[in-house]
């Protein structure tokens, strides 16, 4: 049973069986198979006509573009249908996007990219074990009454606090390049002013970039990350 936001990826190989529904009717109906039962809604869909061995794939960009606009899984009927490269799907999964296979167990977080990337994924796999264990331990301790964090004489240098701050930047830059269609069929519908760019954002549901709805404030930010 499926929660959540979704975005549908669907690819066929030739434009024959995108305009008959060949093998693409099959892959809908895997992936509403898939979403049966739960809180759900599929944000988007996006079809592909391309051969599995060509990695230039313009309709997944944007439906990952979308995934990450609305903080979505994307979700794939069959694992051939998306890529049949280990690097290809390696890259993929680095995007920052929760891939979903209808053909494959429900398997999120570290355990599933490592089925998914095997052996080239095992440092992956480790620091999302290490991270979830030091997450038990420090919730483990916060019970017991532990005090946690404070000033224990670690200063980060200006070169660790340089390169926090463009991680950031890149963050921002990033959201925003995936904002920016969106921004310009607002524009284009006539929303030209903050207030009307935000209220065009909320009305499709696109969530804030730390979530919540948006703001004149928050969409400024965003034009600044554009125009940098």
Not at 74 to 87: E, F, G, I, N
Not at 117 to 136: C, F, H, P, S, Y
Not at 215 to 224: I, T
Request: glycine share 10%; net charge positive.
């Amino acid at each position: 049973m499926a929660n959540g936001a979704f975005v549908s990826y669907c690819r066929v190989s030739t434009a024959r069986q995108g305009r008959s529904g060949l093998g693409l009717d099959a892959q809908r109906a895997a992936v509403a198979g898939y979403l049966n039962g739960g809180d759900w809604r599929v944000v988007g869909e996006f079809v592909e006509v391309e051969s599995g061995k060509n990695d230039a794939r313009p309709e997944l960009a944007r439906a990952l573009a979308c995934a990450r606009l609305h903080r979505a899984a994307l979700v794939v009927a069959k694992v051939d249908r998306l890529t049949r490269s280990l690097a290809f799907l390696s890259r993929l999964l680095e995007a920052g996007v929760d891939v979903r296979f209808c053909d494959l167990p429900q398997i999120e977080g570290p355990t599933g990219r490592f089925m998914l990337q095997q052996m080239a994924a095992v440092a992956e796999l480790e620091a999302g074990m290490i991270a979830d264990r030091t997450r038990k331990a420090l919730a483990a301790a916060k019970a017991r009454g532990v005090k946690l964090g404070g000033d224990r004489g670690a200063r980060l240098s200006d070169a660790q606090r340089a390169q926090g701050r463009a991680a950031l930047s890149a963050r921002a830059k990033a959201r925003a390049a995936d904002l920016a269609p969106v921004m310009a069929e607002l524009r284009a519908s006539g929303a030209t002013s903050l207030a009307g760019l935000a209220a065009g954002l909320n009305d499709r549901g696109v969530p804030a970039s730390r979530g919540g709805r948006w703001s004149p404030v928050q969409v400024a930010r965003v034009l600044r990350d554009l125009a940098a």
